[in-house]
């Protein structure tokens, strides 16, 4: 359920929103962070944050960020505090750009806000945060600042924050339009499946509990401007997507489970051929990787992917899902095990 209207702008961005009224107002808003099963890897636009390809992706129940706006016409700036630290530097510009946008489009350049974010999951998780974060902000943003936007309209504006952030919108299974339009209008996400429709797990076994090194959009930019394998991982991406949809569709975890290893490893191939080379995994992601092909030659059916850093992602049904955890917990250098369900995409809490 969103709040803030269903209906929205039915041209957005393009449409100037409200002039809102300016009085002080909080509006809390909740997101699961998501897993690409199919992944979004180099843009097609940096400023718009336009991917090149699609993506489809799974957002998780219980991993999620609860995030409080309030936009004060007393403050003379933004402010962000994250797990219950005050931000700045680069954290906070992200946010200040991300509400400049919504102020562009609320009519308000001088309304400031201050944003209050927790995540119910580890930072070093291998869990995106920024996908939770910024679906959770745009959500409460919007509304905060008078924005009547619909699902679509939302996920295009979630997308300018971090692009799995698009996704994030909705629950179950997702996909991202890369979209044609230069202005990115058509760059969105909608929802395949509702999280109560195919009840997989997903096992997470972090790997270290280090903060990675190279972020995903300097990672994407070296990729995307210097592997050799780039084009022809961008050009076998649109019949992953197609498999990968109808598997979901049709619920054959076979299918989905073989696309989703494929589509991954063909991304960090292209990584590692890049100049100088990308290299996300430790020593104990190709442990975890071996562990999931060992419990698949022995009969259960668990597939993985791996996003921008060295942790392993292992799909599987609810009833393997016991199993596999205790089969990972058992790799040596796993810190942890996290099992996740499919959820609900992002809510607003309050409006007070
Ligand atoms: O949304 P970003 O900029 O954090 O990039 C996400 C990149 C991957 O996690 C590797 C793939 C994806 O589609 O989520």
Redesign the pocket.
């Known amino acids: 359920m969103l709040g803030g209207g269903q209906q929205g702008l039915s041209a957005f961005p393009f449409v100037a929103g409200c002039s809102m009224e300016l009085r002080k107002r909080t509006v809390v808003a909740r997101a699961g962070t998501n897993i ?1 099963l199919v ?3 180099g843009k097609r636009d940096q400023e718009l944050n336009l991917p090149r390809t699609g ?1 489809i ?1 799974v957002t998780l129940a219980g991993l999620e960020t609860v995030t409080s706006i309030t936009v004060d016409p007393a403050l003379e700036q933004d402010h962000f505090e994250l797990d219950g630290r005050v931000e700045r530097g680069l954290p906070l510009g992200r946010v200040v750009r991300f509400l400049e946008i919504v102020r562009g489009l609320a009519g308000t350049p001088r309304l400031f806000a201050r944003v209050v974010s927790r995540n119910s999951f580890p930072t070093a998780s291998g869990l ?1 945060s ?2 939770s974060g910024f679906a959770a902000l745009a959500c409460a943003a919007a509304s905060a600042y008078g924005l009547d936007l619909g699902p679509a309209e939302l996920s295009a504006l979630a997308r300018r924050g ?4 698009a996704r994030s919108i909705f629950g179950g299974f997702v996909e991202m339009e890369p979209g044609v339009a230069p202005d990115g209008k058509d760059a969105r996400a909608h929802q395949l499946l509702p999280p109560s429709e195919w009840p997989l797990r997903l096992v997470v076994a972090v790997t270290t509990e280090a903060p990675k090194e190279v972020s ?2 300097a990672g994407m930019a070296l990729t995307n401007d210097t592997s050799p394998f780039y084009e022809a991982w961008v050009a076998s991406h649109s019949v992953d997507l197609e498999e990968a949809r109808l598997a979901i569709i049709g619920r054959d975890l076979e299918v989905l489970g073989t696309v989703m290893e494929r589509n991954c490893l063909g991304m960090h191939a292209c990584m590692l051929a890049s100049r100088p080379p990308l290299l996300y995994w430790n020593e104990t992601t190709v442990a975890v990787i071996r562990a999931v092909w060992g419990l698949r030659a022995r009969g259960t059916p668990v597939w993985f992917t791996i ?2 850093g060295p942790h392993v992602k292992a799909l599987c049904t609810p009833e393997a899902a016991t199993r596999v955890r205790a089969a990972l917990d058992a790799v040596p250098g796993v810190v942890r095990t996290i099992v996740a369900a499919p959820g609900e995409g992002v809510r607003v809490e309050t409006t007070p």
């Open positions: 690409a992944k979004y890897w993506s992706s995106a920024s996908a971090s692009g799995s952030a995903s959009t996003d921008a």
